[in-house]
């Protein structure tokens, strides 16, 4: 019964590969968001999106690509993985735009090696 | 320069001392959001502070916003090894963006 889930949890990949990170939330919430955590804790938000259209989109790189096929839904697309990206990638959904909880999932720690 | 500094970045205690948490910055908010981040999980909201001056309690958690609504204080009193984690303070800004701070780590010794 997990609000928000994302998978996978632990993923270890070479530079220059392609991965994806599946997010789902069962709380009806309309909004969605990936927000990135550094080494150093500090939490970014990279996009957000409402009803399955794009509403923030940080200057994260080219390389990035969220995709919402539904609003239950948002997934993390990268390309041509980079050592830098090494971080803990989290999913989180909110109930309206401006809604005043997010919640979030619990972290996808990705490791570029 | 970030939209919110908190201090002290990071805070070891002994179990059942006291220990308060800042969050700072030059600008008014609405509102500021305490939020929980416990190794290995994602942050979890504690509170929404929304009027200057303002002062919720959460069982031993106390948490104050400014009167100017620029800044806000943790306090945690007799904190617990429960009480280790990641302290993160956030923020709403006008285009629809949750903006956190670095947030306060803090582990209690049993």
């Known amino acids: 019964d997990t609000a928000v889930s994302q998978t996978p949890k632990y993923l270890v990949t070479q530079m220059g590969n392609d991965k994806s990170i599946k997010c789902e939330q069962n709380?009806?919430?309309?909004?969605m968001y990936w927000y990135k955590q550094d080494s150093k804790k500090f939490l970014k938000i990279m996009f957000s999106y409402n009803n399955k259209e794009l509403i923030i989109n940080e200057t994260v790189p080219n390389r990035f690509s969220p995709k919402s096929p539904d609003k239950a839904h948002l997934n993390l697309h990268i390309n041509s993985l980079e050592l830098g990206d090494s971080a803990v990638y989290f999913c989180?959904?909110?109930?309206?735009?401006?809604?005043?909880?997010?919640?979030f999932g619990e972290g996808s720690w990705l490791t570029v090696v | 320069t970030q939209l919110l500094e908190q201090s002290p970045q990071f805070l070891s205690i002994q179990e059942g001392e006291n220990l308060t948490v800042y969050c700072n910055s030059s600008?008014?908010?609405?509102?500021l959001q305490w939020y929980r981040q416990e190794p290995g999980e994602g942050p979890v909201l504690l509170v929404t502070v929304v009027t200057g001056g303002e002062v919720k309690k959460l069982k031993r958690l106390t948490f104050q916003f400014g009167d100017a609504r620029k800044d806000s204080s943790l306090h945690i009193t007799a904190a617990q090894p429960g009480d280790t984690g990641l302290y993160l303070c956030a923020v709403r800004s006008n285009d629809y963006k949750l903006s956190f701070g670095a947030g306060t780590t803090v582990t209690v010794r049993a």
């Open positions: 989180a959904s909110s109930p309206l735009l401006r809604g005043n909880t997010i919640y």
């Open positions: 600008s008014v908010f609405s509102s």
């Open positions: 709380l009806g919430h309309d909004t």
